[in-house]
């Protein structure tokens, strides 16, 4: 088991993602944004869910812009590198099925179980388990799952369908995010739980 966790910290390094405390540090403070920005609460989630909480959108959205320029100047500089995963249509539509089902019973993505299971939240830490059990069940039935989830349509980019303009493209996509999360209202959701307790 050692040998194994070993190995997996081995890998890491191998793989030139950086040093191990380099991958740790930026986790604590991926997790310490989490907790500050109260993204790991099922009530933001639920209030998401019932869109009377504008917050995991406005996040997510921001989230995703600011890191998409940062990716792409990474990679151009040539301090990072990608692989583009094929294209599977039925494994993704199954893949976002179950993650919907497993986002609206445990109210957070998987980012934030972690955050959540150092609160010490029950709820978060069978969610964990649940995702290492389906990890391994999925590992072991993988050669029968991978007949049913449909054909393999290649790695596809955004940038072959306008043949190139990778910037561009980054660009026009992260601005459009930004604005939108800027534009979304700011709406907080109450449990009405805790009103009535007050």
Known sequence: MIERISNMFATVTDQAHGSVWL??????????????????????????????DTLVPRMAMTTV????????????????????????????????????????????????????????????????????????????AYPWIEKIIGPDLGKIRLSDFFGGYDLAIVLTLSTVLLVTAYLLPTINYVDPADEKSK
């Open 23 to 52: 991958v740790l540090l930026i986790g604590f403070c991926f997790g310490a944004i989490i907790l500050y920005s109260r993204l790991d609460k099922f009530e933001k989630m639920a209030g998401f869910m019932i869109f009377e």
């Open 65 to 140: 812009a600011l890191s998409s320029l940062g990716f792409y100047f990474l990679v151009d500089a040539g301090y990072a590198s990608y692989t583009i995963k094929p294209t599977i249509l039925g494994g993704l539509i199954i893949g976002g099925i179950l993650f919907g089902i497993g986002l609206v019973i445990l109210g957070k993505c998987p980012s934030a179980f972690f955050v959540s299971v150092s609160e010490g939240r029950i709820d978060a830490f069978v969610g964990v388990l649940g995702g290492m059990v389906g990890g391994a069940v999925f590992t072991i």
